[in-house]
């Protein structure tokens, strides 16, 4: 019987289990791959958040102009914990406004 069966069975089932090292890896192994993909899929729905230097870059403009561009509305930046960030579906965004 494999180790995820086991969780499946009721607690009040009174058994002794051993389990190999092996099979403990395994089964470690595979709740951490699970974990990743469903934290990569929460990421995915999520909207990136890039920092001023990213902004700058993926745009390919100063850091004049990328303040001048959120002055006059055309960029909103998100603050958090007192700094600037941007979203990248606003940029991509922009510019396919160009």
């Known amino acids: 019987m494999k180790i995820a069966e ?5 607690e009040a089932a009174n058994l002794t289990v051993q389990v190999s090292i ?3 890896r395994l089964f470690h192994e595979e709740i951490v791959q699970k974990q990743l993909s469903q934290q990569k899929e929460l990421t995915k729905t999520e909207d990136e958040l890039l920092t001023v230097t990213e902004a700058m870059s993926f745009l390919k403009v100063s850091r004049t102009s990328l303040f001048r561009w959120q002055k006059n509305g055309y960029l909103e930046p998100i603050k958090t914990g007192g700094r600037c960030r941007y979203r990248k579906s606003d940029i991509e ?3 396919e406004k160009k």
């Open 22 to 24: 092996g099979d403990l």
């Open 6 to 10: 086991l969780l499946t069975l009721p």
């Open 93 to 95: 965004a922009l510019l």
